[in-house]
Nanobody
Framework: QVQLVESGGGAVQTGGSLTLSCAAS????????MGWYRQAPGKRRELVAT???????TYADSAKGRFTISRDNARNTVYLKMNSMKPEDTAVYYC?????????????WGQGTLVTVVS
């Protein structure tokens, strides 16, 4: 079993900053890729940023220049630093990880954390 536990969501004012964290735990051989997705009310879940192990980050156009994804591989933890936040960033943010386990690879998701940007 693999668990992803997110933290750091909440309410922030327009132009403010927020940092999300997500820690992976369980029977993990290695964590290949970690990332963040979000889903706003009435919309489909969309990519925010991903970061493969030893690779370069990929960002959605809406996140470029404002958000930064980083990892602490020793702790199997991924972070999303969000700056200059806008009301359209309001969404439930989900952590995602591609994890190698004993029987193969597993695509794991966190439970989601709500981020609300108020004007």
């Amino acid at each position: 079993q693999v668990q992803l536990v997110e933290s750091g969501g909440g309410a922030v004012q327009t132009g403010g900053s927020l940092t999300l964290s997500c820690a992976a735990s369980g029977n993990i051989a290695s964590v290949k890729k970690m990332g963040w997705y979000r889903q706003a009310p009435g919309k489909r879940r969309e990519l925010v940023a991903t970061l493969p192990n030893g690779g370069s980050a990929t960002y959605a156009d809406s996140a470029k220049g404002r958000f930064t994804i980083s990892r602490d591989n020793a702790r199997n933890t991924v972070y999303l630093k969000m700056n200059s936040m806008k009301p359209e960033d309001t969404a439930v943010y989900y952590c995602n990880a591609e994890v190698a386990v004993a029987v193969g690879n597993l695509d794991a998701w966190g439970q989601g954390t709500l981020v609300t940007v108020v004007s």
